[in-house]
């Protein structure tokens, strides 16, 4: 492959469109609401520790490419979502991973993963990401062949309200050589996470606050 691997998984993440079907799940922390109408379905699971939460989706056979030599591109739209915190929690550093799809180049071809996106953070403006291409890994090699995966994580450092990300999708290219191939398998998936912790909200604050006053005025008359 002679395409230097590219740190892009910003791009990972898709937005909505007017015709899409959306559909909500809540994790606690916070709800998710996503695009279920591209090939990616419904989130096939999602978890949880102490203070990481996340959920993913299988990538579907579609997300593949196949050529003996003429260039070849697949688009593939990935799942649009929003995240939003529920009341009582502080959501930060979200991250996403893509992964892993595998790839085969015969006879000096070449193949390349490249995503792109814009990005909203807490209602702002919708920052356009890429296109950018994917890191890889060769796994096996030999006299005019080479085997490897795609696979790219990045993260979005800092708290948030809201993330949502808009118009994005994987371009997977094959070209050159004898042949060349991208496919998906039933174990790659999409997965998004975040880190969780609870916070009092303000109404938590007064209840607080009147507690302590209570305490005061009580211990004021005992001392009277």
């Not at 279920?36 to 959920?55: K, L, P, Q, V």
């Not at 196949?66 to 959501?91: D, E, M, Q």
């Amino acid at each position: 492959m002679n395409l230097k691997p590219v740190f892009a998984a910003v791009v990972l993440i898709a937005g909505m469109s007017a015709a899409s079907a959306t559909t909500s799940l809540d994790l606690g922390p916070a709800t998710v609401t996503y695009d279920e109408s591209t090939d990616f379905g419904f989130i096939s699971s999602w978890f949880s520790s102490s203070t990481t939460f996340g959920f993913s989706w299988t990538v579907p056979n579609s997300a593949a490419v196949a050529s003996f030599g003429p260039l070849t591109i697949v688009s593939v739209p990935l799942p649009s979502f929003t995240l939003a915190r529920n009341a009582g929690w502080a959501l930060s550093d979200a991250s996403a991973f893509l992964g892993n799809l595998s790839f085969t180049e015969v006879g000096g071809a070449t193949t390349n993963i490249v995503a792109s996106a814009s990005v909203s953070i807490n209602g702002g403006p919708a920052v356009p990401i890429g296109p950018a291409s994917l890191a890889w890994a060769v796994t096996g090699s030999g006299p005019g062949y080479m085997q490897g995966y795609f696979a790219d994580s990045a993260t979005f450092p800092g708290g948030f309200k809201t993330l949502a990300v808009t118009g994005a999708g994987i371009d997977l290219s094959a070209t050159g050589g004898v042949f060349s191939s991208i496919s998906a398998q039933p174990q790659n998936k999409f997965e998004i996470s975040f880190a969780a912790a609870p916070v009092p909200e303000p109404e938590t604050y007064a209840m607080l606050l009147a507690g302590l006053a209570t305490l005061a005025w009580l211990s004021k008359r005992r001392s009277a």
